[in-house]
DNA sequence: AGGAATCTTGCAAACGTTTGCAAATTTCCC
DNA sequence: GGGAAATTTGCAAACGTTTGCAAGATTCCT
């Protein structure tokens, strides 16, 4: 249609008063047409319109932003609570990153992403929605700052957070039930012959912990011992980290619940390097379903968690409560994806 | 320290002017002592901060900025041309966005990301610059997008690409040099002893189009056969297209070099598949060096490229470009990492 | 044709900061 | 102690939009 922006003088018409004096109207007219109110007759706005499109016009959003109290953007934030270290390129976060760009574009919001580190920076919440930037916040991971979110959620409605679901809590958040996924792990890692398990992965972030907690559930009621052997996940010391666990516990543990596809494949190549054999020496489940997951060898049973949902999820209870509605969480159900490892 | 922030009546001080009227003083004196500035009275200065502290104040960032005609928000966007399905995924992508928050961050700048289809939204790039809402742009990937990207380069500063590097271009970009990357490539799998070569990826986006362009200029100068396998990035469908192609070209080919590692690492699952032993019946090399070419059986020999430096580019020269300077563009070398699959 | 009802428009006051200018206060020096 | 210099404050005008209110223009009806 109009390929014809390369021959306007851009940036003449930078207010909508510029484009008001133009239009020969005043800018509160020109506001209604681009606003596309009913209150403008039909004639002034195509006029209107046409020389916003000739001029390549942008009505400012921070003025607009200011005026009307609201920003379309929501904020994205990404607690590095332990590993401080480059949490953020962890995939599953991106992953969930990715998704969320997707859905807030589809609703007409704009994503601010920032990456905060709670310990050098007690405030970072309350830094962000009080900054008056955004008109609400997604929070990806509730780190070790429960207690400060459960602070905020009590005075501030248009928050959601991707995390674990606690009996009672008051912040609204959608996850899987990791419990359950734990259950679905150690069930399978004893169906497929294990009988001495291991948890591998930080047992402190609420997430790992329900993981594992579901684990020792089927554990005990099945008899059998598990251990936790903790690991950081910054990939540059989990691999060592996951070697020294192989030798300490070599021949006493005979399946893995790894807290992360991730560390899972990390596992797998200390334990080829070690020559152990997996599934028949060694059983390994993994979590998240990550496309890692087919590619591994052999490729990973795991715990899926639909990473796609949860993002629709999100967004979807965030609008809600942008509109003034008070929601529940939302727990998704996780799915075990039996491949070769277990 | 202060940790009493709970027994502050939140909300009661909204702005600067409430905030004002308790201290006794201006507005102005309040912007002032909040900015940190040298014109206001150390006492006054203390008092006003103690003041804001105690009820938990913010400045809004939206008046700010309409104010001061900045914003301290860096626009990153990322446009998805050719395979519109969640490009945005891309583990590259992704790793350079992790390293991006990090380096903004670091100096200050919130990063507001957006997710665009050029496609359907021509002037994908002119709404976000003129939107008002960043102070400048840094640009994920070319696309098919070159010549828009060089159209806004004339007229707009503050705009830095990550991506390919031509002769005579007019906008600022960042990037690996993609044709001796390919150079690298071809070299090394004739030298571990290819004589039929072929690129496994979509020849059409810059980068891609250069890693090949490299490939065949080794061809060319060993030689010796080279033949574009193209293949989609989504890994739904990279999957199947890549074992149709293995199947298509049967016995014509012993040396791959995949655009990606990415879909190095799908090709290596449908080899297997096949029972093609790597590196023996066919060497295979990837790009990019992610976490996951550590990963695969056998370990991908690749070409490495510096995210991290990359990112910490884009954020540099951008910042000279607000401040006013014309930058040059920055082009990183690769680096081949040999492992096992060639 | 006259007046009521309906559409369109303009006016001007917000939104919450920042900042040039000038006034008020303090400091300093002889 | 008197005045100049330096420091600290307040005033008020921006920044670019949106929107309630009222005035002006049209339409419609009898």
Redesign the pocket.
Known sequence: MSTDNERTPRGTV????DLARIA??????V??A??GK?????K?REKIEAIAREHGFR??QM??G????KTGVIGVVIPLGHDTRQQISDSFFMTLLGYLADELTREGYDLMLRRVVPETDADWLDRFIGSGMIDGVIVIGQSDQFDRIEDVADGYLPMVVWGNHTEGQRHCVVGTDNRLGGRLAAERLIAAGASRLAFLGDTKPMEFAARYAGAQDIAARMGVPIVALPTHLSPDHAGEEIARHLGDHAGNIDGIFAATDTLAALCLTALRERGIAVPDDMRLVGFDDLPIARQTVPPLTTVRQDIAAGARGLVDLLLRRLAGESTESLVLPPNLVIRQSA
Chains 1, 2 share one sequence.
């Open positions: 930078r207010t909508i008063t020969g109207v005043s800018p509160g007219t506001s209604r681009l606003a009913s209150l403008v007759n039909t002034t009505p400012n003025a607009s200011l005026r009307r109290q």
